[in-house]
């Protein structure tokens, strides 16, 4: 049995259950989680899901100044 890292709960899962690298979820806390290891059973928390967030608020970004380009556009059509 693995524990979550973040709220020590016990995991219910089996080592033949689960690969290396895959992704899960703790049930109590709802913590991203990987397994890092079958034989023991080994989880750690997911940080590939915090880039995920960091990559999501670039792209809000990329948003506005699209918002920007499309000012602009108007614009210039109304001008025309």
Do not use: N
């Amino acid at each position: 049995m693995a524990t979550c890292p973040e709220c020590d709960a016990t995991l219910d899962l089996e080592p033949e259950d689960v690969d290396v690298e895959d992704r899960l979820s703790c049930d109590d806390c709802g913590a991203s989680l990987k397994v890092i290891s079958t034989a023991p059973l080994e989880v750690e928390i997911d940080d590939e899901d915090e880039e995920d967030d960091d990559l999501d608020d670039d792209d809000d970004g990329e948003d506005e100044d699209e918002d920007v380009d499309d000012d602009e556009e108007s614009e210039l059509e109304e001008e025309e």
